[in-house]
């Protein structure tokens, strides 16, 4: 369907802040639903943030307030701005398209991409 290629991860101590970007290729993103979703060793896959085409933005209650979902349709690239990281934030970052909002936010969505690993060290 589309292409998603993240980027951005690594190492970050404490209260740091870190972006990470999902590109995507072969469809344009400004008509899709975008949603960050992350997977920490041991754990299941959670909802972090999610973008709607008119901009609207929603965020799990763990990241309100720290992290800032957006998208950049001219560079097709959708971003997730992380603040005061913690460790409870480390983990496999994934970023995922979908028709509506409720696909994406139930991990439902069309295309995935591999993902990118946020560390906070502490």
């Known amino acids: 369907q589309v292409q998603l290629v993240e980027s951005g991860g690594g190492l970050v101590q404490a209260g740091g802040s870190l972006r990470v970007s999902c590109a995507a290729s072969?469809?344009?993103?400004?008509?899709?639903?975008m949603g960050w979703f992350r997977q920490a060793p041991g754990k299941e896959r959670e909802f972090v943030a999610a973008?709607?085409?008119?901009?609207?933005t929603s965020y799990a209650d763990s990241v309100k307030g720290r992290f800032t979902i957006s998208r950049d349709n001219a560079k097709n690239t959708v971003y997730l701005q992380m603040n005061r990281l913690g460790p409870e934030d480390t983990a496999f970052y994934c970023c995922a398209a979908a028709p509506s909002f409720n696909i994406v936010t139930l991990g439902l969505a069309d295309s995935w991409g591999q993902g990118t690993q946020v560390t906070v060290s502490s």
């Open positions: 973008i709607v085409p008119g901009g609207r």
């Open positions: 072969g469809r344009t993103l400004s008509s899709y639903a």
